[in-house]
Nanobody, 125 residues
């Protein structure tokens, strides 16, 4: 069974940092393009960042550029999202999703083959 499991969420003060992890179970992550998405209360899910199979292709939403860094360790079967300088508007449930093969900028969340269950990130003083 294909599974993605997110971890690393929590409560952090504005300006703080968190590192989210997305671990694959039941399949080899290196064949998948991986995206991070988030959904704030009352809002639609939005794409945050995307990383290609090799890690050479990376995109970010304008709202997180310069603050978030996506990376992957295919040997460990995990993708990370380092989030720095967090703002209250970064609050939401963060999900990782994967699509086997290519997935241009992870556009079109309906194209994902597998989703994680999400991890809550709350930025508040």
């Amino acid at each position: 069974q294909l599974q993605l499991v997110e971890s690393g969420g929590g409560l952090v003060q504005p300006g703080g940092s968190l590192r989210l992890s997305c671990a694959a179970s039941g399949f080899t992550l290196e064949f998948y393009t991986i995206g991070w998405f988030r959904q704030a209360p009352g809002k639609e899910r939005e794409g945050v960042s995307c990383i290609s199979k090799s890690g050479a292709g990376i995109t970010y939403a304008d709202s997180v550029k310069g603050r978030f860094t996506i990376s992957r360790d295919n040997a460990e079967n995990v993708v990370y999202l380092q989030m720095n300088s967090l703002k209250p508007e970064d609050t939401g449930v963060y999900y990782c999703a994967g699509r086997r093969g290519g997935w241009s900028a992870c556009a079109g969340s309906g194209l994902a083959n597998v989703w994680g269950q999400g991890t809550q990130v709350t930025v508040s003083s």
